[in-house]
């Protein structure tokens, strides 16, 4: 294979199946102003299709391009014409042959955090309500009148228990357990909140790296010990739904955050954020036990590719807070991340201003706007370069003691060892439970595409070969230094 090329399919090609879809539409019962629209939709993008192939041919560089173009084939042409061709026929071999180009796949579905509670609330799954906890309607409260006890979140405009809403309510004992589902439902909807103290974040725990270099693998394996708590997954919701850390605040510029742009408001919400969404190492919610037996202090861990371009920020929040830089050679790292882009599973940010295709994936590093004309694999390494620097300069500002830095290999290879280094430097406590997942392989991480190889990367072997001149300087920096 020549350098450079990859196989996708010719202008002819697609005019010939485009043909082979209209001539087999056309004998079917398809309605007349179907075919025509259908026809103009086939030659809208067969137009489209000549002019990308006219700029890009083989070169991986249109690769985007094409696969934005397929995507549209999918959503705009496949879907309404599939189901009036029979199965087996040329239209529709056509169809899948045009749709499978690149193994592109299917836009990601979306769905919105009501239906995902509703669905919740449909299988009987309900929060921890406590009768001796303060409640507050939510900043986030549609306000929606909930049935049968007529405006009750009216008495939680300003925090109240639900004891004392019962008591003033005056209800009958008959109906108490359908107040308390009725606030169940309305916690579950997010219409009240619980109003509590914060507990105190003692030596929160950050792991920052580049995407896709083993920090799902090190954040599960790190969650198993006794005193951690987390959210459970990665907080872009949490950090991103106070309007000033969004980048579109920043016009897109990045996801990078520094010191100044914390302030007590900004601390503050950010706390409130983790706090909400705290589970301990058995999955159990802060917020679902007994107000008792909460800890007033604890210790907490997280791991979101986008906060290593906030390392600064994070300090700012957190003054004590640990850092452990994850580095992960970037041959194998970065075909895992094109690997990522073309799976569509990561992306960030669809339509994002100023990026003249359908999505973007992983994090919006500094710079993101020159590169419109690369290649994945150009992308993918430019995130890999930035994103590592960007660790590398914030580091570098603290105390050697608030960082370590540990290898992805040394993670796989000698996981004893390396979770062992880490514990010392955290001041995490040894367990059983940590000495029986450390003491054998580590099992895959859920966020795994395949079995892990040391020789995967090899299937973007030759885009990677191209690509190496230009993360040269940051593998000679961290050789150099000893960083990890």
């Known amino acids: 294979m020549a350098a450079n090329f990859f196989n996708v399919v010719t202008t002819q090609e697609i005019v010939s199946l485009s043909t082979d879809i209209l001539a087999e539409a056309k004998s079917t019962e398809m309605p007349q102003t179907e075919l025509a629209i259908l026809a103009e939709s086939l030659d809208l993008f067969k137009c489209n299709w000549e002019r990308t192939f006219a700029r890009f041919g083989h070169s991986y560089r249109g690769e985007l391009s094409y696969r934005d173009l397929i995507i549209g084939f999918q959503e705009q042409i496949a879907v309404k014409v599939k189901k009036w061709l029979p199965e087996s026929s040329n239209g529709t071999k056509a169809v899948d042959a045009i749709a499978s180009i ?9 769905r919105s955090i009501n239906l995902r509670l509703l669905a ?4 009987g799954v309900k929060p921890e309500l406590h009768w001796d906890a303060r409640y507050r309607v939510a900043d986030t409260s549609q306000g929606e009148q909930l049935p049968n006890i007529p405006r009750v979140l009216d008495f939680f405009k300003t925090p109240t228990t639900p004891e004392k809403v019962w008591h003033l309510l005056s209800l009958e004992s008959e109906n108490l357990e359908e107040f308390t589902q009725t606030l169940q439902k309305s916690l579950a909807l997010k ?3 619980e109003d509590f103290p914060l507990p105190e974040f003692d030596r929160p725990i950050f792991i920052v790296s580049a995407p896709r270099a083993g920090s799902t693998l090190l954040f599960e394996t790190l969650s198993q010990f006794a005193e951690i708590w987390s959210v459970g997954t990665e907080s ?13 605040y920043r016009d897109y510029c990045s996801n990078r955050l520094t010191e100044k742009e914390n ?8 706390k409130e954020g983790f706090a909400r969404q705290l589970r301990d190492r058995t999955k159990t919610a802060y917020l679902n036990l007994p107000i008792q037996q909460r800890p007033n202090k604890l210790r907490f861990l997280e791991k979101t590719p986008r906060n290593a371009l906030r390392v600064s920020f994070l300090k700012a929040v957190f003054p004590d807070a640990l850092f452990i830089f994850l580095y992960r050679e970037p041959r194998a790292n970065i075909s895992s991340m094109i690997e990522g882009w073309r799976s569509r599973r990561f992306i960030a940010y669809p339509s994002l201003p100023g990026w003249p295709y359908r999505d973007w994936s992983f994090l919006l590093v500094p710079g993101w706007e020159h590169l419109k004309e690369s290649s994945l694999a150009e992308i993918a390494a430019y995130q890999w370069k930035t994103t590592n620097a960007c660790i590398i300069e914030d580091l570098k500002t603290l105390p050697r003691s608030d960082w370590c830095g540990i290898r992805y290999n040394d993670l796989v290879n000698h996981p004893k060892e390396t979770i062992t280094k880490i514990k010392e430097f955290a001041g995490l406590s040894w367990n059983e439970k940590i000495e029986a997942i450390v003491s054998q392989s580590l099992p895959i991480s859920r966020m795994s595409f395949s079995q892990p190889s040391p020789d995967k990367w090899r ?7 191209e690509i190496m001149p230009l993360v040269e300087p940051l593998i000679n920096l961290v050789e150099s230094e000893n960083l990890c």
Do not use: F, W, Y
């Open 263 to 270: 302030d007590p408001h900004i601390t503050l919400a950010l």
């Open 236 to 248: 872009h919701d949490i950090i991103e739904a106070i309007p000033e850390l969004h980048p579109a």
């Open 459 to 465: 299937k973007n072997e030759q885009e990677i070969a």
């Open 191 to 193: 219409q009240i909140e």
């Open 120 to 123: 919740r609330l449909k299988l």
């Open 102 to 110: 690149l193994s592109v796949p299917k836009t990601p579905h979306s």
